[in-house]
């Protein structure tokens, strides 16, 4: 897959650009088996990007076929550690070359800022390859403490074909997440990304193949989740699903495990994430500044968004005065191909209508909207929602329990330490929690109380390569990121031999 690109503005770049849209299987570009194709659409102004390869069942078949077959040729899967770095290590380097060729398409395929592509997405992306790499020679097996005559001893091996299916709204890092520990560990994948954002996994294929893997081991089949999506978790020589996305696919993943043949199935799931502010926090304006980041940044289209907004009583007349200014100043709806936008537009129509759906129910609920609530102003083209708050809303309003995935944040005020963390607590998700304080030990408390896989203390949304990312409850039972993802991608096997004494 080639792109071009000649110097100047990113509108410039992106007219230039031209797309790749078969689907990438055995180590080359091909149609879908029925010649179908789907239309990716900018959600920006609503233009047609590009046509890109439908693929159903027939495809998952010949991809997950390709990625049996080379897995069983040990070509990867027994490729030494360290030659599997290197090549892991090429591509992480390839991916960063590329950075703003992934900007560009992902920003006109799902409407993220492309300032956000370059100072997030990519170099995330580039080092969640370098990390894992960096793992693949550190795994290591354990021999048991057995009687002398015996030799116990337990490996970590690949588990064969391992199908990633993984959500739209941070196409290249999502992907990035599940297939880079998946490759490493020595597995063969294949890829469905979400309908809404197909394009950037297709040059990464394509990269991956320049970084010198062999064919076969990373195969990327676009289309719906209920025809490919359905068909790689359906599948039966599929070992693992790793899965990122809504609750309700999320559990469907785990009834296409038990029907076909119970391979193993992580998920990623959503959240609908409480971010307490004390009234002992440090600072407010700084405090109200990361709460604005947590529901606003990437649109709200985040899975851990501190979308409850738990606000100590007594502050919270100051609190709203300094979260209001920030969301006035700071997160201004524009295009997304200019670098000083910081909101673009949702992925597409159907998720804006959603968005505006649930700020319907809100306002029909008793919440009152202070800020937003509907389509900026000269954006009607795009599928854009206004950066919105609700106070006045209770944690039983469908806005407080529902994960919207837009720019919506709900201030729901609480009294005491107590009821802050009953209300963090009463909900059916449990992906990350956030709280401002400066008591330490209100801080380490909540840490210990909160119902959630991530906890930020006077921060949100932070984190590194080592910083294992997933959720508790409803959010799901996996874990990106850190070593224990790499871990998550092997099984062992424990070996018992009878040496005499
Ligand atoms: P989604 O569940 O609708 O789709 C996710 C993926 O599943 C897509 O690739 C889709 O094609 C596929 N799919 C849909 N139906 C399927 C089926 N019947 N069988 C197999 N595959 C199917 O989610 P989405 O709208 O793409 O993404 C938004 C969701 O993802 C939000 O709930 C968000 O919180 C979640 N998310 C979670 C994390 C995390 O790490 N916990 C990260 C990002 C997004």
Redesign the pocket.
């Known amino acids: 897959m080639t792109i071009t690109r000649s110097a100047g503005s990113w509108h410039d770049q992106a007219a230039k650009l031209s797309f790749e849209g078969r689907l990438f299987i055995d180590g080359d570009f091909r149609a879908a088996a029925s010649g179908k194709m789907f239309e990716s659409i900018n959600p920006a102004n609503g233009s047609v990007l590009a046509e890109v390869s439908r693929g159903d069942a027939a495809d998952i078949d010949r991809a997950v076929a390709s990625s049996l077959k080379t897995f069983k040729s040990g070509a990867w899967s027994r490729l030494a550690p360290r030659a599997r770095m290197a090549i892991m290590l090429r591509f992480a380097d390839l991916i960063e070359q590329h950075a703003s060729d992934f900007a560009l398409i992902d920003t006109l395929d799902m409407g993220k800022p492309i300032t956000e592509m370059l100072t997030v997405d990519v170099p995330l992306a580039v080092n969640c390859f370098r990390f894992t790499a960096e793992c693949i020679d550190k795994m290591q097996g354990t021999v048991g403490a057995t009687s002398p005559d015996v030799l116990s001893y337990v490996l970590r091996q690949p588990l064969g074909v391992v199908g990633c299916?993984?959500?739209?709204?941070?196409p290249l890092l999502?992907t990035a997440?599940k297939i880079a520990p998946a490759l490493a560990a020595g597995n063969c994948v294949v890829l469905?990304?979400?309908?809404?954002s197909r394009l950037s996994a297709l040059l990464l294929a394509s990269l991956f193949m320049q970084a010198g893997a062999p064919a076969g081991v990373l195969n990327v089949v676009n289309g719906?989740?209920?025809e490919?999506?359905?068909a790689?978790?359906l599948h039966r020589d599929v070992e693992k699903i790793a899965?990122?996305?809504?609750?309700?696919?999320?559990k469907?993943?785990m009834v296409?495990s038990g029907q076909s043949n119970l391979k193993k199935v992580s998920t990623?799931?959503?959240?609908k994430s409480p971010h307490v502010i004390m009234a002992d926090a440090d600072n407010l304006e700084t405090a109200a500044w990361w709460a604005a980041m947590g529901i606003f940044g990437n649109q709200g289209?985040?899975?851990?968004a501190g979308s409850r907004i738990l606000v100590q009583t007594s502050i919270l007349p100051d609190f709203l005065d300094a979260f209001s200014a920030v969301a006035k100043k700071d997160y201004i709806p524009g295009d997304p191909l200019e670098t000083t936008t910081t909101v673009g537009p949702m992925v597409t129509v159907e998720q804006q209508q959603r968005v505006l759906n649930y700020i319907g129910i809100g306002k029909q609920g008793g919440a009152d909207c202070i800020l937003g609530g509907g389509v900026p102003e000269g954006l009607e083209a795009g599928a854009y929602v206004s950066p919105t708050i609700f106070t006045g809303v209770s944690n039983s309003m469908t806005i407080a329990r529902e994960?919207i995935?837009g720019p919506v944040a709900s201030i729901i005020p609480f009294d005491s330490y107590e009821d802050a963390v009953s209300i963090a607590n009463d909900s059916n998700f449990g992906?990350a929690a956030g709280i401002w304080t400066s008591n330490l030990g209100t801080a380490h408390r909540f840490a210990r109380d909160v119902e959630a896989g991530m906890v930020y203390i006077n921060s949100y949304m932070n984190g590194d390569m080592q910083f294992p990312?997933?959720?508790w409850k409803e959010?799901?039972n996996g874990r990106?990121k850190c070593m224990d993802a790499l871990v998550s991608y092997t099984q062992t096997k424990s070996v018992w031999a009878t040496i005499g004494n």
């Not at 469905?192 to 809404?196: G, I, N, T």
């Not at 289209?301 to 851990?304: D, I, K, L, R």
């Open positions: 299916i993984v959500p739209w709204n941070y999502m997440w469905k990304p979400a309908e809404q719906f989740g209920a490919a999506g359905r790689l978790a899965f990122t996305g809504s609750v309700e696919i999320g469907l993943m296409y990623e799931c959503g959240g289209e985040v899975c851990c994960e995935f992906l990312f997933g959720g959010s799901g990106d």
